[in-house]
């Protein structure tokens, strides 16, 4: 089976743009996360999708940090404006339910803000 | 507040050695523990997981690790190590029969000597 696709792989903006990261969950896959991952540090959720609608988004920045999943399925991560601290690695993980029977991860967006 | 303490940010051993990274976790619930390993520049890999069951769980690539309740520790080992096991550790928990959230440890990176 396909995994979970991420793009772009990498980025580089200056701060205060805005980007954007797209991420395709494995079909069938009804929840999807993003996570952030600062270098050095472990994973941290940023928000969860149940299908369409969110289940967590506690630790979304919302000031600049907004994200959608349309119909379900794919899902948009966007920053605006960005600035240095945001420079991580963004990964996308999908499940086919909701029992922490662990996930799959996408291969992640590089951000780097300057 | 649930929490993940990996013990050693950095941990050397030579090829053929045994592999003990450590992992502490705090939860006033029953937990699922997982194991990921992240190799440069990619997402993240389970390697092991416990939900349930036998405390002792065996994953692939020749890892395993034991759930020791009264110690509140999921320590991953491997009785030798290879060259390709050099790569990051995480550390993970989440709530049994939650939403699915993963709150990771900070993470150990595994260098392998020749």
């Known amino acids: 089976e396909a995994g979970v696709a991420q793009s772009p792989r990498y980025k580089i903006i200056e701060k205060r743009q805005s980007v954007a990261f797209w991420c395709n969950p494995i079909?069938?896959?009804?929840?999807l996360y993003w996570y952030q991952q600062i270098l050095g540090q472990g994973p941290k959720l940023l928000i969860q999708?149940?299908?369409?609608?969110?289940?967590?988004d506690s630790q979304l920045p919302k000031d600049r940090f907004s994200a959608e999943r349309l119909k379900g399925v794919d899902s948009t991560l966007k920053i605006q404006p960005a600035k240095l601290e945001d420079s991580a690695v963004y990964l996308c993980?999908?499940?086919f339910g909701t029992g922490g029977d662990g996930y799959t991860f996408g291969s992640g967006t590089r951000l780097t803000v300057v | 507040a649930q929490s993940v303490t990996q013990l050693g940010s950095h941990v050397s051993v030579s090829e053929g050695a045994l592999v003990l990274l450590r992992c502490n976790y705090s939860s006033s619930v029953p937990p699922y523990l997982f194991w990921y390993v992240q190799y440069p520049n990619q997402g993240l890999q389970l390697l092991l997981k416990y939900t349930t069951g036998a405390t002792l769980v065996k994953g692939i690539n020749g890892f395993e690790a034991e759930f020791k309740k009264s110690e509140t520790s999921f320590h991953l080992t491997k009785p030798s190590a290879h060259m390709s096991d050099a790569a990051e550790y995480f550390c993970a928990l989440c709530r049994s029969g939650n939403t699915g959230k993963l709150i990771f440890g900070q993470g150990t990176t595994l260098q392998v000597k020749p």
């Open positions: 999708f149940q299908n369409n609608g969110v289940v967590d």
């Open positions: 079909s069938g896959h009804a929840t």
């Open positions: 993980a999908s499940s």
